[in-house]
């Protein structure tokens, strides 16, 4: 089953006085990338966090956002009077605040280094915390994947209405390439008859048959034909699969080989009814490359 990158999950729970939340939102990317936004308490579980997610998830650019709040006394932080007391006498030796011309505002100093300390139990608060997140992100991922799942649904249909216009241009192809070579023999026959009317030369049926030989080689594309009815079997099969295996590098590189033989196709045949469903088809190939982009 076809999933896009494209998702929103989130969990939260409680623990004991603290509320623990945790967000995922994933756009498409060619590769798996993580930005993790964590408290400043809590940098230390970045890298876990990041490696579960690559355990989870296979592409698409993902941001993590973990909060944390706690309404207890346990939360607060401690004041470190003794650096406290060494800032404030450092002041005190300034001239401006000795002669009473500046006064020391407490508040200010409570944001140097070292004067508010950590609750005591940080550690233990920290596994807490890594406990809860651990939970939270299995399930906003789910909730990422049931997202991503649905929006694959979209993408599965867009798909296979871009293959089903593919496949009935080739039709119209397949049925018209044999009569270009027998158009142009009438043609080519039809302006020599013209052109020798009031001459008196005659053109050899070897020459002739020669010509169009060399017209036949030249326009062939049976083989082009052939590849991209292929791609599109391919195609096909990946779209509908219903293995959860990721698809979108494949169906990607897939799409510009399709590409590739309907440039072929088009650069070879000077018809305008292939010309025509080639336009179709190489349409319907830029879309599908397009919405692959987006694809798992």
Not at 5 to 31: D, K, P, Q, W
Not at 50 to 61: I, Y
Not at 140 to 169: F, P
Request: aromatic share 4%; hydrophobic share 40%; proline share 3%.
């Amino acid at each position: 089953m076809i999933r896009s990158m494209t998702g929103y999950g989130e969990a939260s729970c409680e623990v004991g006085s603290a509320h623990y939340f945790l967000e995922i939102r994933s756009l498409n990317n060619r590769y798996f990338k993580a930005l993790i936004r964590l408290p400043e308490q809590l940098q230390g579980l970045e890298a876990e966090l990041e490696a579960e997610l690559r355990k989870l998830l296979s592409r698409g650019s993902v941001t993590l956002v973990a909060r944390c709040s706690d309404s207890s006394d346990k939360a607060a932080f401690s004041i470190n009077h003794l650096a406290l007391e060494s800032y404030i006498r450092q002041l005190k030796q300034t001239p401006q605040v000795a002669s009473g011309e500046v006064r020391v505002d407490i508040g200010p100093l409570l944001a140097l280094p070292g004067v508010m300390v950590p609750p005591a139990d940080e550690e233990a608060r920290l596994e807490e915390a890594r406990g809860a997140f651990m939970g939270l992100l299995k399930r906003a991922v789910t909730a990422l994947a049931e997202m991503r799942t649905r929006e694959g649904k979209a993408l599965v249909e867009d798909l296979l209405s871009q293959r089903e216009t593919i496949t009935q241009n080739l039709e119209v192809i397949q049925g018209r390439a044999p009569q270009v070579v027998q158009d142009y023999e009438l043609r080519l026959k039809s302006r020599i008859e013209l052109m020798l009317k009031d001459a008196n030369i005659r053109v050899d049926p070897p020459d002739l048959i020669k010509e169009i030989a060399v017209y036949a080689e030249r326009s062939d594309i049976s083989e082009e034909i052939q590849r991209l009815t292929e791609h599109v079997k391919q195609f096909n099969e990946l779209v509908t699969a219903s293995g959860g295996k990721p698809v979108g590098r494949t169906l990607d590189f897939l799409a510009q080989e399709m590409l590739r033989e309907a440039n072929t196709m088009a650069s070879k045949s000077a018809d305008s009814l292939i010309s025509r469903s080639v336009v179709e088809i190489k349409g319907a190939i830029d879309r599908i490359k397009e919405q692959v982009q987006n694809v798992e």
